[in-house]
C-alpha cells in the first residue's frame, strides 16, 4: 500500500457482470493494475477508447472521499487501520437500481430511489478519514474552479478538500469524459441496452475500497473493506 502519491475511498462493485463491463469498458482494471481490451460495441460516435480517455485512470468507481496527500505525520499504515474499525462500524446500503444519466456533460451511473441513506455513509466516511487528509494546495483549490462552484460548495471545498460531499454529495459511477450533446446521446443509446440487465434492480453497496494513485496517474484498488456494523 506504501508508494502512492494520493490515496482516496471509493465504492467499486464487487465481482460480477457489471464491474467487470466497467473495467472493460473504461480499459484499466485497477484491482489486477492492468489494462482491460475494450468492448466492441457497434454505432459509437468514436471510438471507445476516445470516449473512456479521462476517466480511465481512476478505474470503475464511485468517489466517496475524492484523493488526497497523506497529511504530515501520518501514513498508509494508519489509514488503512482506522478504514477497517471504520467499515466495522458501516451498515451495507441498498439501492434501488442505477440508471445511465448525463452530467455535466458526461455520461455515469446514477442511483435510483431515495439516496439519502447512500449520502449519509459517505459524509460518514469523509468525516472520519478527514485527519489524513493533507490541506489542499492553491493548485489544488484552482484546479476545483472555485469561480464555478456555488457558495456553499466553496465552504465544502475549504473544508473538506472536495466541494461534492455532505448534502452536496452526488454519488456516480463515471464512465466517459466530457462529450458533446450528438455525442452523449449516440452513446447512450448503444449502452442503454447493454447496461439495463446490469442496473434495472436493487444494488447493495456492501464494501468500499481505498485506491491509490501511482507515479504514472493510473489509480490502483488496493484493498476492500467489507461494511459490517
Known sequence: MEGYRRY???????????????KAWLGWDAEAGAPRAHPRLRGLPRPVEDLTEVPRKY?????VKAPFRLATGSDIGLLHASAVALS?????????????????????????G?????AALAGSVVEALDGFRAPPTAADLARRNPDRLSARQRKLLEKWGYPYVMEEYRFHLTLTGPLKPPEAEAT???L???????????????SL???????????HNLHRYRLSG
Do not use: N
Open 88 to 112: 466495522g462500524q458501516l451498515r451495507p446500503v441498498l439501492i434501488e437500481g442505477l440508471r445511465l444519466s448525463l452530467l455535466s456533460g458526461f455520461l455515469a451511473l446514477t442511483p435510483r
Open 8 to 22: 482516496a475511498i471509493y465504492y467499486a462493485p464487487d465481482e460480477g457482470a457489471l464491474g467487470d463491463f466497467g
Open 114 to 118: 431515495d439516496t439519502r441513506a447512500l
Open 209 to 219: 475500497c481505498l485506491f491509490g494513485e501511482a507515479e504514472d496517474g493510473k489509480f
Open 59 to 63: 478505474g470503475f468507481h464511485a468517489t
Open 188 to 190: 447512450r443509446m448503444v
Open 192 to 206: 442503454g441496452p447493454v447496461l439495463d440487465p446490469l442496473i434495472d434492480r436493487p444494488i447493495r453497496i456492501r
